[in-house]
């Protein structure tokens, strides 16, 4: 039983299944080629393919009944090609539980409070859709009415010298923030140039959030738009839902409200401080230095309220794949306790569409992306256990 692998699989990797292997030797042979290597073939990949990505399937969803039949379909490959179970008990299973739960957007509200400073209150509401938008992850529900902090882009990146926490308080409060990351299409931007570390991507800087005693999160949405408009692959097929489920892991990572914001509620919130989004923005990224502040006399109320939610047992699939070095005994211990690992996701999505997509557009079963990734890592187990005969 190889356990100890498993809490660094679900620490790092659990957040959809996964079908992980591994390796505890490099396979490639010194040269061009590769023994075994003739034994992939298309057919054999179209073969998962086929299976994986069919209609019967429905997408693999993580935590449905079609997700653990792909998952034994794959531990079962995994057993025929010779990889030894590193799941729990003996098995190629890793169970963990995951919570399906749904946005209640009837309740789910976000609202705003000015104080003057002649002591009078302006309370405005702003509409769901056309003023703000919730990312699907997160699964508690939550209310917070808290004061509000600028935090530029809600970066704390020590290895640049840089951090949007620095000088303010933002224990207990909520807090507006830039997506992406400072300078980003400056090449001589200290965070990396023009390239965006993972300080940029909207699902890190949460967690950033939490860890610095944040209440809630306002993400602002960019002036640039960095992808083409999704555009409709044909027409539906009448399954298309906008309720669909969210699926997150149990652990506190998503803990925290998460609202997305327009530029313009963003500005009718710093209004009061006499500052811009636009003009924070720019100053920021002309110096390349924060630009955090408490917003003088604002406060957010919001909640994101959800419903219908369940705690549901899903499952990796993890095997290993053991090495064979025959160098000299003191290099070839060393080389075995090395370990390398291949994920891949086996599920593909639900089959019937995601929250928020428009009427326009369709799902595929299955995913094109990861149906073949999924399927691409099947045939490449076989060729070592053939090659060692």
């Avoid at 369940?310 to 290099?331: A, C, F, M």
Wanted: hydrophobic fraction near 35%.
């Amino acid at each position: 039983m190889c356990r100890p692998f498993a809490p660094l699989i679900s620490d790092r990797f659990a957040a959809t299944s996964f079908a992980v292997i591994t390796l505890a030797s490099v396979l490639i042979a010194a040269g061009d080629s590769v023994p075994g290597l003739e034994t992939i073939r298309a057919d054999a990949l179209k073969g998962h393919i086929f299976f994986l990505a069919s209609d019967a399937m429905s997408g693999r969803d993580s935590m449905s009944h079609e997700g653990r039949i792909a998952a034994d379909y794959i531990a079962g490959f995994f057993y025929r090609a010779g990889l030894k179970p590193a799941g729990d008990n003996n098995t190629f299973f890793q169970n963990f539980p995951m919570v399906d739960a749904h946005i209640d957007r009837e309740n789910t509200r976000l609202g705003s409070r000015v104080v003057s400073k002649t002591g009078g209150n302006l309370d405005r509401d702003y509409a769901n859709g056309p003023d703000f938008s919730l990312p699907r992850q997160g699964n508690v529900d939550v209310t917070v009415s808290a004061p509000l902090v600028f935090a530029g882009y809600g970066v704390t990146a020590p290895e640049y010298d840089y951090d949007d926490f620095k000088g303010v308080d933002v224990t207990g409060k909520a807090i507006m923030v830039l997506t992406h990351e400072p300078q980003e299409t400056d090449p001589a931007s200290r965070f990396k140039g023009a390239w965006n570390t993972v300080h940029a991507y909207n699902w890190w800087k949460p967690e950033v959030a939490r860890r610095h005693g944040a209440a809630a999160m306002l993400i602002v949405q960019d002036r640039v738009t960095h992808r083409p408009p999704r555009a409709a692959s044909g027409p539906t097929n009448g399954q298309i839902r906008t309720d669909r489920g969210q699926h997150t892991l149990t652990s506190p990572f998503w803990d925290i409200p998460v609202f997305t914001i327009t530029r313009r509620v963003a500005d009718d919130l710093l209004a009061p401080a006499g500052r811009t989004i636009d003009e924070l923005q720019d100053a920021i990224d002309r110096a390349g230095t924060p630009r955090s502040m408490a917003v003088p006399g604002v406060s957010v109320d919001l909640r994101r309220a959800i419903k219908d939610r369940q705690v549901i047992q899903t499952r990796n699939v993890v095997g290993v794949v053991e090495g064979s070095d025959q160098g000299p005994v003191h290099l070839s211990r060393r080389r075995r306790q090395r370990v390398s690992l291949r994920r891949r996701h086996r599920d593909g999505g639900s089959a019937h569409g995601h929250e928020g997509a428009a009427e326009t557009q369709r799902d595929v079963p299955g995913l094109r992306g990861r149906r073949g990734r999924t399927a691409r890592g099947l045939p490449l187990r076989r060729p070592p256990r053939r090659a060692s005969r």
